[in-house]
């Protein structure tokens, strides 16, 4: 250990070690360093890999080293996304700091962490703590907490991006307020890296009432800039009527190449269930590579997890299949290579995990996208060019969450106690609650203490208690149980897999488990196993003697496009149109594209395609707004409705990322350009799209979230929990129950609001009616479908055929469509 500097070289020793390693602090680093010590905070945003953690953390360490007397209690706050990062996490910190000769000790304190050592941390925090929100606001939920926070100088948020637009953040944004009020003099740095609105992600984080922060970019620096590659694996031959998730597999070659030329690999894919196919064909492929593959995603075992980390960074693996369980935080030096399977659907989330690779300050990084279909490939294109001009999503923090309001008040009532005036002060200087009027918030405290008029006469309602102007939890059972009820994370419910005589695998949800009956047979952990029975939410398996399987579908799986992603498409798309090809994946894909400009047109910015034909099915109606899957849905449940109101006729709905689908059995008359400008029309939107949908039973469903946020239902103790159904069943009572006695209760409200933006994404339908004011409608009649509409047609035929079914009617259809492309062609010859 090195000696204890004197005092005033703090930041002279943090030079010399630095020294020592053979490094030179990047500028970014020194400035964040004079930042903290100059009491200011700020965000520091820096790619992956460029030294984010030890520009916040050296900071402190650098002041600690300066103080002649020994430090006791907790004096830094680190905060991570990912309990699974904590470790990791606070393993460097403690490094660093130790080598440096500070004499503190940093801990973690997540859901992983046992019994005894919480007990031990509920009376003396360590100089340094390492967790998640959640467990910040466990420990806000004890009467000691003013006690526990009174030393604590500052506060670190990493990743904050992953944070900034969920109620995670805003759960973290009302703890950070409780900490100022107790703390006024309080320093809070958060950590970014990509991330396209960072002015106001740092305004969030550091509350309404804060002085103007420091934003610290890594990027300012010409040398800090990590050189990066993009670039698609181009496949031989392109199909000119391509499909969703036909192509991916078919490269496995190509990919296997690659991961051959590399020494350690992560191949990300967008869903756990891509994940074990890739797993499983790369296996069946490379036998030889048995032990240098590893599979990693959220459902597995946490203890397999690990292993899988620890091999990454000792360099055991040549390829590590995994999904966004490895996109943060987690240093694995050796990795040179990185595969992306399928669109990233946004810049950001592919830089993110480009910078997996080369993660070391300095290092160049490089990512292999493989398309898992042909129009990907415009995609990885567009994603390149949005990158190197600097169009990154935002994200967009919630506002007004009354359900975590409500958790956080019974929180602090469980802890320290509040008064109304210092808890309304505390909310409104959050980003989230700038806007809660009084009322509001006294509607809130009505809520916690009393239930509300319907729920008024159940004593498990009237959880807080008002004595003396102070709200307090006085029954010990009720704040017990919302001690593990904190947190804002929702998903189906888990069902654990174990083997019959073995240990556990991980965990799969809930409705993918139910559709299984004894002797199916289901990919999971790279393994086909065969469901032998269920028990108390617990699946026991054995490996099956067969290969025919089906794979889980997980929850989340649907990621949209992105705006700055999709923008880049149809600019590439407009080039084309023009008969420029720039990029080399645009150029492997362009036989398809000349089709579609000769059976039709392109879309693009200015330009929005509406294409019609007949079939024997119907009458089809295809747009393409390229506004993502979410957008499209609501916009196709929206003219549905709207040309029902007109015609006499129904019709079935398919979307895409890039457009969608009208199927109507009924013959419909030829609609004009004027008849589409009134289609899309604006105005009325959120009327008629809460008429066309069951809007109803759509918030009745996102209302289980909010009751279990809010605490009106209990998930249940540890090996006990409720499941799924239990859960939706006991939040429908209560959804209808208010809706009956109670309509104007403010968190059905919210629910009704929360599916607007987050299930139909009305502020992008918003945007695409807006821009369809201005765009020209390019009106197409079409003999057969053109290949931006044939996806869409599978995409219908998938969801309604068995599995045998659709690929061979899917087959018959490319035979078809090919040979009348031909015939066209051969006539114009």
């Given at each position: 250990m090195a000696a204890k500097p004197t005092p005033a070289d703090g930041l002279a020793a943090v030079e010399q070690w630095f020294a020592a390693q053979g490094w030179q602090p990047a500028p970014f680093q020194r400035r964040a360093w004079q930042a903290f010590r100059a009491g200011r905070s700020g965000l520091i945003h820096a790619s992956t890999g460029s030294g984010k953690t030890l520009a916040a953390w050296l900071g402190p360490v650098s002041r600690a080293l300066e103080q002649s007397a020994a430090t006791s209690g907790l004096r830094i706050l680190w905060i991570t996304p990912l309990r699974a990062l904590a470790a990791d996490t606070a393993g460097h910190l403690q490094a660093s700091a130790t080598a440096l000769g500070l004499d503190w000790k940093v801990e973690t304190r997540t859901g992983d962490t046992s019994a005894s050592v919480r007990a031990r941390q509920r009376r003396k925090l360590p100089q340094a703590l390492v967790t998640t929100p959640e467990s910040l606001s466990v420990l806000?939920?004890?009467?000691?907490?003013?006690?526990?926070?009174?030393?604590?100088?500052?506060?670190?948020?990493?990743?904050?991006?992953?944070?900034?637009?969920?109620?995670?953040?805003?759960?973290?944004?009302?703890?950070?307020?409780?900490?100022?009020?107790?703390?006024p003099e309080l320093v809070v740095w958060g950590l970014s890296a990509t991330l396209g609105n960072l002015d106001e992600a740092m305004a969030v984080l550091l509350g309404e009432a804060a002085e103007p922060g420091e934003r610290i970019s890594a990027r300012a620096d010409e040398a800090d800039d990590k050189p990066l590659t993009i670039r698609g694996l181009c496949p031989a031959n392109v199909e000119r009527f391509p499909w969703a998730g036909h192509l991916g597999l078919g490269q496995l070659d190509g990919v296997l190449d690659y991961l051959q030329q590399g020494h350690t690999s992560l191949l990300f894919t967008n869903t756990r269930s891509q994940a074990e196919l890739w797993f499983e064909a790369i296996l069946r492929a490379?036998?030889?590579?048995?032990?240098?593959?590893?599979?990693?995603?959220?459902?597995?075992?946490?203890?397999?997890?690990?292993?899988?980390?620890?091999?990454?960074?000792?360099?055991d693996f040549r390829c590590v299949v995994c999904t966004s369980s490895l996109d943060l935080g987690v240093d694995f030096s050796p990795v040179d290579r990185v595969v992306q399977v399928g669109s990233?659907?946004?810049?950001?989330?592919?830089?993110?995990?480009?910078?997996?690779?080369?993660?070391?300050?300095?290092?160049?990084?490089?990512?292999?996208?493989?398309?898992?279909?042909?129009?990907?490939?415009?995609?990885?294109?567009?994603?390149?060019?949005?990158?190197?001009?600097?169009?990154?999503?935002?994200?967009?923090?919630?506002?007004?969450?009354?359900?975590?309001?409500?958790?956080?008040?019974?929180?602090?009532?469980?802890?320290?106690?509040?008064?109304?005036?210092?808890?309304?002060?505390?909310?409104?200087?959050?980003?989230?609650?700038?806007?809660?009027?009084?009322?509001?918030?006294?509607?809130?405290?009505?809520?916690?203490?009393?239930?509300?008029?319907?729920?008024?006469?159940?004593?498990?309602?009237?959880?807080?208690?008002?004595?003396?102007?102070?709200?307090?939890?006085?029954?010990?059972?009720?704040?017990?149980?919302?001690?593990?009820?904190?947190?804002?994370?929702?998903?189906?419910a888990q069902i654990q897999v174990r083997f019959m005589k073995g240990g556990s695998l991980g965990s799969i949800e809930e409705?993918?488990?139910?559709?299984?009956?004894?002797?199916?047979?289901?990919?999971?952990?790279?393994r086909a196993l065969e469901l032998v029975k269920v028990r108390d939410l617990v699946a026991y398996?054995?490996?099956?003697?067969?290969?025919?399987?089906?794979?889980?579908?997980?929850?989340?799986?649907?990621?949209?496009?992105?705006?700055?992603?999709?923008?880049?498409?149809?600019?590439?798309?407009?080039?084309?149109?023009?008969?420029?090809?720039?990029d080399p994946e645009v150029q492997a894909i362009a036989p398809v594209l000349e089709l579609q400009k000769r059976q039709?047109?392109?879309p693009g910015r200015q330009q929005l395609l509406i294409e019609h034909c007949r079939s024997r099915e119907g009458e089809h109606l295809f747009l393409y707004p390229f506004a993502g899957r979410l957008a499209h849905e609501g916009l196709a449940a929206l003219l549905a409705w709207r040309l029902g109101q007109r015609l006499p006729a129904t019709f079935s709905l398919s979307v895409n990322d890039y457009g969608l689908e009208l199927l109507s059995t009924a013959r419909l008359p030829e609609l004009t350009e004027a008849d589409w400008r009134g289609l899309?029309?604006?105005?009325?939107?959120?009327?008629?799209?809460?008429?066309?949908?069951?809007?109803?039973?759509?918030?009745?469903?996102?209302?289980?979230?909010?009751a279990r946020i809010s605490g009106l239902v209990f998930q249940g103790y540890p090996g006990r929990g409720k499941t799924d159904r239990q859960l939706q069943a006991s939040s429908g009572l209560l959804y209808d129950t208010l809706q009956r006695h109670d309509p104007e209760h403010r968190l059905l409200a919210q629910a009704s609001r929360e599916v607007l933006e987050e299930q139909l994404d009305i502020q992008r339908l918003r945007a695409v009616l807006e821009r369809a004011e201005g765009q020209t409608l390019k009106l197409m009649g079409l003999e057969r479908f053109s290949p931006l509409a044939f996806p869409l047609w599978v995409e219908r035929q998938r969801n309604r055929i068995s599995t045998e079914g659709w690929r061979e009617r899917v087959q018959r259809m490319i035979v078809s469509l090919e040979q009348h492309a031909e015939r066209k062609a051969r006539k114009k010859r």
């Amino acid at each position: 250990m090195a000696a204890k500097p004197t005092p005033a070289d703090g930041l002279a020793a943090v030079e010399q070690w630095f020294a020592a390693q053979g490094w030179q602090p990047a500028p970014f680093q020194r400035r964040a360093w004079q930042a903290f010590r100059a009491g200011r905070s700020g965000l520091i945003h820096a790619s992956t890999g460029s030294g984010k953690t030890l520009a916040a953390w050296l900071g402190p360490v650098s002041r600690a080293l300066e103080q002649s007397a020994a430090t006791s209690g907790l004096r830094i706050l680190w905060i991570t996304p990912l309990r699974a990062l904590a470790a990791d996490t606070a393993g460097h910190l403690q490094a660093s700091a130790t080598a440096l000769g500070l004499d503190w000790k940093v801990e973690t304190r997540t859901g992983d962490t046992s019994a005894s050592v919480r007990a031990r941390q509920r009376r003396k925090l360590p100089q340094a703590l390492v967790t998640t929100p959640e467990s910040l606001s466990v420990l806000l939920s004890y009467r000691n907490a003013a006690d526990s926070f009174a030393h604590l100088d500052a506060v670190i948020v990493d990743e904050w991006h992953e944070l900034l637009g969920s109620k995670r953040g805003v759960q973290l944004q009302l703890c950070l307020a409780w900490l100022r009020a107790l703390k006024p003099e309080l320093v809070v740095w958060g950590l970014s890296a990509t991330l396209g609105n960072l002015d106001e992600a740092m305004a969030v984080l550091l509350g309404e009432a804060a002085e103007p922060g420091e934003r610290i970019s890594a990027r300012a620096d010409e040398a800090d800039d990590k050189p990066l590659t993009i670039r698609g694996l181009c496949p031989a031959n392109v199909e000119r009527f391509p499909w969703a998730g036909h192509l991916g597999l078919g490269q496995l070659d190509g990919v296997l190449d690659y991961l051959q030329q590399g020494h350690t690999s992560l191949l990300f894919t967008n869903t756990r269930s891509q994940a074990e196919l890739w797993f499983e064909a790369i296996l069946r492929a490379r036998i030889d590579w048995l032990t240098q593959l590893g599979l990693h995603h959220g459902s597995i075992d946490r203890g397999l997890r690990k292993r899988i980390e620890e091999g990454l960074r000792q360099g055991d693996f040549r390829c590590v299949v995994c999904t966004s369980s490895l996109d943060l935080g987690v240093d694995f030096s050796p990795v040179d290579r990185v595969v992306q399977v399928g669109s990233p659907k946004g810049v950001a989330r592919l830089m993110q995990r480009a910078g997996r690779s080369g993660h070391q300050p300095g290092a160049a990084s490089e990512i292999l996208c493989v398309p898992s279909h042909a129009f990907e490939l415009v995609e990885i294109a567009a994603a390149r060019r949005a990158w190197a001009a600097g169009r990154v999503e935002a994200r967009r923090p919630p506002r007004l969450s009354l359900d975590v309001l409500v958790q956080h008040l019974v929180t602090l009532a469980a802890g320290p106690g509040f008064t109304a005036d210092e808890a309304y002060a505390q909310a409104r200087s959050t980003h989230a609650f700038a806007g809660l009027e009084r009322a509001l918030f006294d509607w809130c405290l009505m809520f916690i203490t009393q239930g509300g008029p319907v729920l008024e006469h159940y004593p498990q309602f009237q959880r807080v208690v008002a004595q003396d102007g102070r709200f307090s939890v006085e029954d010990t059972g009720i704040a017990r149980r919302h001690r593990l009820a904190i947190g804002t994370i929702t998903s189906d419910a888990q069902i654990q897999v174990r083997f019959m005589k073995g240990g556990s695998l991980g965990s799969i949800e809930e409705t993918f488990i139910a559709r299984l009956k004894p002797g199916d047979v289901f990919l999971f952990t790279g393994r086909a196993l065969e469901l032998v029975k269920v028990r108390d939410l617990v699946a026991y398996v054995r490996v099956a003697k067969t290969r025919r399987h089906s794979v889980p579908r997980w929850y989340g799986g649907r990621l949209p496009l992105s705006t700055e992603l999709a923008d880049s498409v149809l600019e590439i798309l407009e080039e084309v149109q023009a008969g420029e090809y720039a990029d080399p994946e645009v150029q492997a894909i362009a036989p398809v594209l000349e089709l579609q400009k000769r059976q039709s047109a392109l879309p693009g910015r200015q330009q929005l395609l509406i294409e019609h034909c007949r079939s024997r099915e119907g009458e089809h109606l295809f747009l393409y707004p390229f506004a993502g899957r979410l957008a499209h849905e609501g916009l196709a449940a929206l003219l549905a409705w709207r040309l029902g109101q007109r015609l006499p006729a129904t019709f079935s709905l398919s979307v895409n990322d890039y457009g969608l689908e009208l199927l109507s059995t009924a013959r419909l008359p030829e609609l004009t350009e004027a008849d589409w400008r009134g289609l899309l029309n604006p105005q009325q939107l959120l009327d008629d799209l809460l008429a066309a949908l069951n809007a109803s039973e759509l918030a009745r469903r996102q209302f289980r979230d909010i009751a279990r946020i809010s605490g009106l239902v209990f998930q249940g103790y540890p090996g006990r929990g409720k499941t799924d159904r239990q859960l939706q069943a006991s939040s429908g009572l209560l959804y209808d129950t208010l809706q009956r006695h109670d309509p104007e209760h403010r968190l059905l409200a919210q629910a009704s609001r929360e599916v607007l933006e987050e299930q139909l994404d009305i502020q992008r339908l918003r945007a695409v009616l807006e821009r369809a004011e201005g765009q020209t409608l390019k009106l197409m009649g079409l003999e057969r479908f053109s290949p931006l509409a044939f996806p869409l047609w599978v995409e219908r035929q998938r969801n309604r055929i068995s599995t045998e079914g659709w690929r061979e009617r899917v087959q018959r259809m490319i035979v078809s469509l090919e040979q009348h492309a031909e015939r066209k062609a051969r006539k114009k010859r």
